[in-house]
């Protein structure tokens, strides 16, 4: 039997522990696929009128992949102009543990890499601009394996490949196709899914419903102008569920869908500005509300306590009410591409074009910012969504630049 004395230090242990514990991002929009993170108080590290300092930084070559954090380890991949590099980095430190290229051939907008890579059970796994799928080991950068996507899956030439893996299971599922396509994760065979039907630039969104797991894919119709919602089975492909004429041109979604509770807001903003909330009912969906006074462009929104936080396409920040649809609340000054992240009840704003870092309490009754901080000086574009992780943010310019911000501890 355990005596009182151990039984106390045992709980002091957990406690400290708990109280300190990090969290990993290790995939795009972070462990839950929701755009936020489950560290609390990394505010207190940033000094009020000031900025955190710059842990290190790095120069990886252009693209839109975010930084993926698990482990101790920093993953993310650019282009040269001539291939595709993926890089490790010590998380802490920013030193090169590893990085490995292949060759990538340019395409007309924004070239680069737009994918982030996943980390999973030791492995990492990315996609280049031309759909080449690959797994590396994530301690030594050993490959594992490797596929090469046929066009077919590409929703436009202009674009390339978009989709961020998610993984289900044993499978790695990817916005491609009229329901997706799984591939397994112990050698990169196709386990469903093999359509060669064109999916929107969106990634896979994972979500419950009913107490199962289901997997939501976007696609889009031959003639380019409509996208289709499904809900499948992740461990099958079996559909769940569909609703069909999205009015949007060349599968041009760059804002992946938000599901709650069996309810799902989608945006975009291409050729037609516009957002919706659905809930899922039987095999289809029922549409609650729409508006056209918000339309996401680049940056995906998070919900927090009922409301909706994104940047608009015209470069406003906007707080919509989960409910209605409505707006309770506008900013205007972060630029069309900006986009966010949410810890604590505080959102984490990388602006457009400004090279700013801007954190505003999540607070429905009006605009509030807490910190201000300029994080790209020159060639500041960009279209990637700040990362937090174990008291440290880690921002990406379109140019290649990655900065890693380091938090103060503080009691």
């Given at each position: 039997?355990?005596?009182?004395?151990?039984?106390?230090?045992?709980?002091?242990?957990v406690?400290?522990?708990?109280?300190?514990?990090?969290?990993?991002?290790?995939?795009?929009?972070?462990?839950?696929?929701?755009?936020?993170?489950?560290?609390?108080?990394?505010?207190?590290?940033?000094?009020?009128?000031?900025?955190?300092?710059?842990?290190?930084?790095?120069?990886?070559?252009?693209?839109?992949?975010?930084?993926?954090?698990?482990?101790?380890?920093?993953?993310?991949?650019?282009?040269d102009?001539?291939?595709?590099?993926?890089?490790?980095?010590?998380?802490?430190?920013?030193?090169?543990?590893?990085k490995?290229?292949?060759?990538?051939?340019?395409?007309?907008?924004?070239?680069?890499?737009?994918a982030?890579?996943?980390?999973?059970?030791?492995?990492?796994?990315?996609?280049?601009?031309?759909?080449?799928?690959?797994?590396?080991?994530?301690?030594?950068?050993?490959p594992?394996w490797?596929?090469?996507?046929?066009?077919?899956?590409?929703?436009?030439v202009?674009?390339?490949?978009?989709?961020?893996?998610?993984?289900?299971?044993?499978?790695?599922?990817?916005?491609?196709?009229?329901?997706?396509?799984?591939?397994?994760?112990?050698?990169?065979?196709?386990?469903?899914?093999?359509?060669?039907?064109?999916?929107?630039?969106?990634?896979?969104?994972?979500?419950?419903?009913?107490?199962?797991?289901?997997?939501?894919?976007?696609?889009?119709?031959?003639?380019?102008?409509?996208?289709?919602?499904?809900?499948?089975?992740?461990?099958?492909?079996?559909?769940?569920?569909?609703?069909?004429?999205?009015?949007?041109?060349?599968?041009?979604?760059?804002v992946?869908?938000v599901?709650?509770?069996?309810?799902?807001?989608?945006?975009?903003?291409?050729?037609?500005?516009?957002?919706?909330?659905f809930?899922?009912?039987?095999?289809?969906?029922?549409?609650?509300?729409?508006?056209?006074?918000?339309?996401?462009?680049?940056?995906?929104?998070v919900?927090?306590?009922?409301?909706?936080?994104?940047?608009?396409?015209?470069g406003?920040?906007?707080?919509?009410?989960?409910?209605?649809?409505?707006?309770?609340w506008?900013?205007?000054?972060?630029?069309?591409?900006?986009?966010?992240?949410?810890?604590?009840?505080?959102?984490l704003?990388?602006?457009?074009?400004?090279?700013?870092?801007?954190?505003?309490a999540?607070?429905?009754?009006?605009?509030?910012e807490?910190?201000?901080?300029?994080?790209?000086?020159?060639?500041?574009?960009?279209?990637?969504?700040?990362?937090?992780?174990?008291?440290?943010?880690?921002?990406?310019?379109?140019?290649?630049?990655?900065?890693?911000?380091?938090?103060?501890?503080?009691?």
């Amino acid at each position: 039997m355990r005596s009182a004395r151990n039984v106390t230090l045992l709980i002091l242990v957990v406690f400290a522990t708990a109280a300190t514990q990090a969290d990993d991002w290790p995939q795009w929009r972070g462990p839950q696929r929701n755009g936020i993170s489950r560290e609390a108080g990394w505010l207190k590290g940033w000094p009020e009128g000031g900025s955190p300092g710059v842990a290190w930084q790095a120069t990886v070559g252009k693209g839109h992949a975010a930084v993926s954090i698990a482990n101790g380890l920093a993953f993310t991949l650019g282009w040269d102009g001539e291939q595709d590099t993926v890089f490790c980095f010590d998380a802490v430190t920013g030193s090169v543990i590893w990085k490995q290229s292949y060759p990538c051939r340019t395409i007309l907008q924004w070239p680069g890499p737009r994918a982030t890579p996943t980390v999973h059970d030791g492995f990492v796994y990315t996609l280049g601009q031309h759909g080449q799928l690959r797994a590396w080991n994530a301690q030594t950068g050993e490959p594992r394996w490797q596929r090469d996507l046929p066009d077919d899956y590409n929703p436009d030439v202009d674009y390339g490949f978009v989709w961020s893996p998610l993984i289900e299971g044993e499978l790695l599922i990817l916005n491609a196709g009229s329901r997706g396509l799984a591939i397994r994760l112990r050698d990169g065979s196709i386990a469903w899914g093999d359509d060669h039907q064109k999916g929107a630039c969106v990634s896979a969104v994972p979500f419950v419903q009913d107490g199962r797991r289901g997997v939501l894919v976007v696609h889009i119709n031959d003639a380019r102008s409509e996208a289709n919602l499904v809900g499948v089975d992740p461990a099958s492909g079996r559909e769940l569920w569909r609703w069909n004429g999205w009015k949007e041109q060349w599968g041009a979604m760059g804002v992946d869908p938000v599901i709650h509770d069996g309810r799902l807001f989608l945006t975009s903003a291409q050729e037609y500005r516009q957002s919706a909330r659905f809930t899922i009912a039987g095999d289809t969906l029922k549409q609650d509300w729409s508006t056209n006074r918000v339309a996401g462009y680049t940056g995906a929104a998070v919900l927090i306590a009922g409301h909706l936080y994104l940047v608009d396409s015209k470069g406003i920040l906007k707080c919509v009410d989960w409910s209605t649809g409505q707006e309770k609340w506008i900013q205007r000054g972060f630029d069309e591409r900006g986009t966010l992240i949410a810890a604590d009840n505080h959102l984490l704003i990388q602006t457009g074009a400004s090279g700013k870092l801007v954190i505003v309490a999540a607070d429905p009754a009006g605009y509030r910012e807490r910190r201000q901080t300029t994080v790209f000086d020159d060639a500041p574009e960009t279209c990637t969504a700040p990362v937090l992780a174990s008291g440290r943010i880690y921002c990406r310019s379109y140019a290649g630049a990655v900065v890693c911000l380091q938090l103060e501890a503080r009691d």
